[in-house]
């Protein structure tokens, strides 16, 4: 009988490309190793793929937002983020000084390199007795400064949309140099103020923000998050209410400036305006406005208002690593206990099998939830209680491998020859049973992968960095349903199912190449 | 060997086993306490609550519980001896949250388990072997490949997933929507085992055992797809590939080669045959009913014994986790036995070998 040599009639190691060319006729198996590709690049180029810090609490928006590409549903949907067209001031900005005065500057410094920013100074040089047009008397209250002299810088932004954001939060990065009778006077700092503005096309102005002392040179944020009083006067101009607005444009105008104070012209008993000698320059680095609507980044937001995609991004370490790894130390720990009960046979066989049969009887799940409650929630405790029992299917399909060939006539030439057992084992039958074991092993790492997500659902693990399993336990303690948010439901179990299909497609197909039992059909 | 010595030795074997058990549960709950030093009793009453107790009522407390303070070497055997007559005679004390007997809060959850594992079970398995069956008669072709790649799907999908994803959909979703447009909520319950209102009302009505049915299995509905689906790819998978298997005995050639017409040699030769290693799969599984199933009961906030067993664990309620896993490893035993029996009988050559 004359029959074809193939490359299954040689060893598996022998003749690698024949394998990968039995490999590739299984779509299935193609698809598995894909999509396995496709998770590990995700896991080793999660920094860069992940748009903010993955933690739980690391809040970027509100609570459960969906993701911005769902609001295609919605023309008027309000997308979370920077809404300023050019926060960095990478190009200068209009200047307006206000009034007739000379005392007032911008100057526009453009980058030169990472360590050398662009910002904006805005500069009030004032020698003494120059007059400046102040408000006689002080309006309280006012939205504009007390000196009809100043300066300011401003940015105009869009906004098209006939909706209110559901929240603002403005930040201005600046620091405060003073110089002359500014800096030396303990009054100094109740001269003047930052402002910050928010105009709407009917020139009306909503302050936002204005400084208080003391100043420092030192660049510092100065965050601000806006009263829904402050977000309804700059906003609602813009909204159309049956068909009319009150505003002529859908434009808003940011706008950060630099004003004496009404101390400056008379303050306890004295008029500053007519000794003080000196300037303020105040260096703006950055102006930030986070519009808060209802769609954030890729897929949304947390329970805690942090940005799912992130958080899945790196979730995918966890899995991969807690997977992998409990599945090679289940490995060894099978690998040797079967190779040791199938070679020796006799007693040892007998204590280890009757062992293993031990550890079967035993409630699975629940040993699993004791063990991880009493050993606490550490990665290396979790990867630890899995790999302990899963081991068991392992030992018991190289122990009757083993035992298949312990009697064949290689191994006997081996110890005919003065090899050791332990030589024997790890050098002879080893890589004899390995090709079945390739299997097996591919279909662990499916078990620890989603015995790691259920441990996690179940708060059982260390909450701290982020798993798929704790995102769907996040989700389900906050009432995602409630209020709709399917994102944090279906991405991460998604997530969980796709990499674990991966492996069973790739173990489905290892076991229809290599196992010869199925090979032979 | 023959039926009578195999039962004997099986049977030995059974009794090794459960003793095996019974000592391996006993330190396994007891862990904190020998490594750590942390007595139970300290987790159940607070520093003050101690200081102002009474000895003689701090001892009586100890002894409720079959607990030692302090105890040296005698003390633990004392324990274990407390804890294995506790154990053989079915009181298997009192739980630290609630104070009430464990046996009584578990029976109270049994039927539900029960029924939601049973129900669920049953359904996988009869759809897994019909299915199974019918893929079997052509592997290779176009409807194996898709069914088995469907059941390589179920088998990498995280059925806690799944069920919340039920929920979402008929839960939540479902009644929206048909709120919306119909202005009446149609869709499943949001989790739980049965309204509060309608047992309460249930019980002044003639048909309160109908609607208390009605009502249970509506709860059910839902968890049982979910762990029926969860359950069915690894009952058809097995069932496919032992039939395939069976197909290339010699038996079925001659029974073909007879002129037996397919269904023939497929039902009576094929199938018997195939189900013999199913028969034992189906035992364990319901060994297993029992322990439920953690992750689905706490998704549907199903009031059974998995769930139970979760809660007690991690609010360190040692004499209920004990109770639940001793009760859980030992229905596991038995299934085991009565599978291997089973099988005995079934398939004569198991003894023999």
């Known amino acids: 009988m004359s029959r074809k040599t193939s490359w299954k009639d040689s060893n598996w190691y022998v003749s690698i490309r024949g394998f990968v060319r039995e490999y590739r006729k299984h779509r299935v198996g193609v698809f598995g190793v894909i999509l396995l590709l496709f998770f590990i690049g995700m896991a080793v180029f999660a920094p860069n793929l992940a748009t903010n810090d993955p933690g739980r609490s690391e809040r970027v928006a509100s609570p459960f937002e969906a993701p911005g590409w769902a609001q295609v549903f919605d023309p008027n949907a309000i997308t979370t983020g920077e809404y300023m067209p050019d926060p960095l001031f990478a190009s200068a900005p209009t200047e307006v000084i206000a009034g007739n005065s000379t005392e007032f500057g911008m100057v526009h410094h453009a980058a030169v390199n990472e360590e050398d920013p662009s910002y904006v100074n805005l500069t009030w040089t004032h020698t003494a007795n120059t007059p400046l047009d102040f408000v006689v008397p002080p309006i309280p209250l006012s939205q504009l400064p007390d000196c009809r002299d100043f300066v300011y810088i401003n940015e105009t932004l869009d906004w098209p949309k006939d909706r209110l954001p559901n929240g603002v ?116 680095m950055s102006v930030s406005m986070i519009c808060y609507g209802g769609y954030y980044g890729v897929m949304g937001t947390t329970n805690q208002g942090a940005d799912a995609w992130s958080q899945l991004v790196f979730g995918a370490r966890m899995s991969l690593t807690i997977g992998i790894l409990a599945t090679a130390l289940s490995t060894v720990i099978g690998v040797v206990v079967g190779l040791v009960a199938g070679y020796s046979g006799g007693k040892v066989d007998e204590v280890l099998m009757r062992f293993v049969d031990f550890l079967l009887v035993i409630p699975f799940l629940p040993l699993m939830l004791v063990l991880a409650v009493f050993l606490g929630r550490s990665a290396a405790n979790i990867i630890f209680v899995i790999a302990i029992l899963g081991w068991t299917t392992v030992a018991r399909l190289i122990r009757s491998q083993v035992m298949a060939e312990k009697n064949k006539a290689y191994v006997e030439s081996a110890r005919a020859i003065g090899a050791s057992d332990t030589y024997v084992m790890f050098k002879h039958i080893l890589p004899n049973v390995t090709p079945i074991l390739f299997a097996t092993i591919t279909l662990g790492v499916v078990g620890a992968i989603l015995s790691e997500a259920g441990l996690a659902f179940l708060g059982l693990t260390d909450a701290t960095y982020p798993s798929w399993g704790i995102m769907l336990s996040d989700a389900q303690q906050n009432g995602a349903f409630g209020v709709g948010a399917w994102w944090v439901v279906l991405f991460p179990g998604l997530a969980i199912t796709g990499l674990s299909l991966s492996f069973t497609f790739i173990g489905h197909t290892l076991d229809q190449v290599l196992n010869p039992r199925l090979r032979e059909r | 060997m023959g039926l009578r010595e195999y039962v004997i030795r099986r049977s030995i074997y059974m009794f090794l086993l459960i003793i095996a058990v019974i000592c391996f549960n006993f330190l396994l709950f007891r862990l904190p306490s020998l490594v750590l030093g942390v007595s139970p009793v300290d987790l159940m009453i607070s520093d003050r609550l101690r200081q102002r107790m009474s000895r003689e009522l701090l001892l009586q407390l100890y002894a409720r519980f079959g607990l030692v303070p302090n ?20 009181n298997f004390g009192y739980s630290f949250a609630t104070q009430t007997p464990v046996i009584g809060e578990i029976m109270e959850r049994l039927p539900n388990t029960l029924l939601l594992m049973g129900t669920s079970s049953v359904v996988a398995i009869i759809i897994g072997i019909w299915t199974g069956v019918k893929v079997a ?143 034992t799969i189906i035992a364990l599984t319901f060994g297993g009913l029992i322990g439920g199933a953690p992750l689905t009961e706490t998704v549907f906030n199903w009031h059974g014994l998995g769930r139970y067993i979760l809660q007690s664990l991690v609010a360190l309620d040692y004499p209920v986790s004990q109770a639940a896993f001793m009760i859980l490893s030992i229905t596991t035993i038995l299934a085991n036995f009565v599978a291997d029996m089973l099988y005995g009988v079934l398939d004569p050559r198991i003894r023999y070998a």
């Open chain 1, 169 to 284: 939060n403005f930040t201005v990065n600046y620091g405060v140099t003073l110089s002359g009778d500014f800096l030396n006077e303990t009054n100094g700092g109740l001269m003047f103020k930052v402002y910050a503005w928010l105009i709407d096309t009917s020139n009306e102005w909503t302050m936002i923000y204005s400084s208080s002392p003391p100043y420092t040179p030192i660049i510092q944020p100065r965050r601000s998050l806006l009263s829904s009083f402050e977000i309804n006067y700059a906003w609602a101009g813009m909204i159309r209410e049956n068909g009319t607005q009150e505003d002529p444009a859908d434009r808003l105008t940011v706008a950060i400036g630099l004003a004496p104070t009404k101390q400056f012209r008379y303050f306890s008993g004295e008029y500053p305006w007519t000794e003080y000698n000196g300037s303020v320059t105040v260096q703006v």
């Open chain 2, 71 to 90: 105890p040296d070497i005698f003390d633990w055997i004392y324990m274990f001896w407390r804890y294995l007559v506790s154990m053989l005679t079915g």
């Open chain 2, 137 to 279: 008669v052509d592997p290779g072709s176009r409807r194996d490949v898709g069914s088995v790649t469907v059941a390589l799907f179920i088998f990498a999908l995280p059925v806690f997933w799944f069920g919340l994803m039920l929920l979402m959909i008929f839960g939540f979703m479902l009644p929206n929507a048909t709120q919306a447009l119909f202005g009446v909520p149609i869709g499943f319950p949001l989790g739980g085992t049965i309204e509060y209102g309608l047992w309460v009302q249930a019980q002044q009505s003639p048909f309160g055992a109908i609607m208390i049915a009605g009502d249970i299995l509506y709860h059910l509905i839902l968890p049982m797809i979910a762990l029926g689906v969860g359950g069915y790819g690894g009952y058809f998978i097995y069932m496919r590939n032992n039939l395939i298997d069976v197909m290339t005995e010699d038996y079925i050639l001659t029974a073909r080669a007879k002129g037996l017409d397919e269904n023939q040699v497929l039902y009576k030769h094929g199938m018997k045959n195939a189900m013999l290693p199913m028969v």
